[in-house]
């Protein structure tokens, strides 16, 4: 038998990361009452900081940044004082050299020598004068902009590290939300030459970031919910989305605290599409279910080790273009902020590892990922062995959608039967979605789903779908420090996709792969 249903509004949410905070949020200040539910022990989801004896680590880096004014005022309002504006650097690391990206002309010449730059330039006009025709995969999207050869350089070793596949066998789509609007020439010109076309776009150079790591936002945000009578419950992961009639009724969790059932009007998921489809009760119909299921994830590990040194680079991030090490990345935490570590003498190192869950590296024992990340950073010549005193790990599965070959055909499958089905369930977020959301771009999704169940008729779907990069800036002079902002989302009667080729990429925020 059904729990009683709520006479008034009121809304369950799944996911306690930054889209179900968020939409709880915009609905406590209307006075619409809510709880969030959150599989996990802890807030934030993939924006969650770690605190291992003190060092305080990001799960990939979160940068805040947006053009969203809205987005930007809840920050501002939940962090004050304590969100600090840091300077960006990042550089590629390739054949023991470290280039700067964005590439510069004169960094890039330098570290490649004269023969090897002839030969971007040669194959970058070869793409010029005979691109391919087809633009499918990465490989080719790529190729035709900056050449192949550069290409093969900056950015086949680090991507197919990331997403485990080849680059022939990642969709196009992701180059194009990912890098767009950049270009080879485009580059050069800025780096050479003074820039006066104010319409040209750079990517910025810095950026926001919590004093203690972006968690610190989540967390001060849960505090604040309860405060105002807006539970946020841990240890309720979701076995059954019980439905009837075309509707929602209900939810039930298990965990910690036995069977709980929680009942709504309203219903918002930031859980990812795949595990929100296997719950459902009853079942959805078997194409439905199959499509959820071909749905793919890129699964993400941390190896943070606690180096005895002041200093070991200045950057944020480093992209390992090395194919003789499996790190992918590396972040320097102290860099992101002075506070996350607790000894300013030294110096907390983030190896990222891009993997599949459950295979060698996700189901190695923790030591043994410590000695190769120790190994590795040795190999990069960051670090001697002697200076490195600890190190722990943390594996964060479900952090990147695979967009592969017919990725947006099995959302939109899903997506039809849950919008006639389930016409009181709205999805949200990067993994609700299974769209590469930014942290900015989850919060307005969620944001404009609160805003529906107040009345409005935003469609999510088309949020992200916005013609600028998002890391991108004008360098056009202003009298005036303004705030670019995206254009409102397109009202569900004016624009409502509901074909694959209608379901657009989207931006990527989070950590940044690229």
Known sequence: MFPALPKEKFVVIIGA????????????????????????????????????????????????????????????EVLGDKFLERPRLSRIF????FFYYPLQARNALSGLGLIESLRIIASYVRSRLSPSQKEENLEQWVSNRFGKRLYEIFFKTYTEKVWGVPCTEIRSEWAAQRIRGLSLTTAVRNALFKNNNHQVKSLIDRFHYPERGPGQMWEMLTERLRETGTPVRLDRPVIRLVHEGGKMTHLVTRGLHGEENFPGTHFISSRPIRDLVNVLDPPDPEEARLAANSLRYRDFLIVSLIINRKDVTPDNWIYVHDPGVRVGRLQNFKNWSPAMVPDPSKTCLGMEYFVFEGDEIWSSPDERLIE????????????????????????????????????????????????????????VGRNGMHKYNNQDHSMMTALCAARNIMGSQYDLWTINTEA?????????????????????PPRLDKLCPSTASEIAPSSANRNSTW
């Open 17 to 76: 990361g930054p889209a179900g905070l968020t939409a709880a949020l915009e609905l406590s200040k209307h006075k619409v009452p809510a709880v969030v539910l959150e599989a996990d022990n802890t807030v934030g989801g993939l924006a969650r900081t770690v605190n291992y004896k003190g060092y305080l680590f990001d799960i990939g880096g979160h940068r805040f940044f947006t053009k969203w004014d809205e987005v930007n005022g809840i920050w501002q």
């Open 468 to 488: 600028d990069y998002h890391e991108e800036k004008s360098a056009e002079p202003s009298a005036e420090p303004s705030r670019p902002r995206y254009a409102e």
């Open 94 to 97: 390739y054949r023991k050299k």
């Open 372 to 427: 190769m990340a120790k190994n590795e950073l040795v190999k990069l010549g960051l670090a001697r062995p002697e200076e490195i005193e600890d190190g722990t790990v943390v594996r964060m599965p479900k952090a990147y959608p695979v967009y592969d070959t017919g990725w947006a055909d099995q959302v939109a499958k899903v997506r039809r039967y849950l919008e006639q089905n389930l016409s009181n369930l709205q999805l």
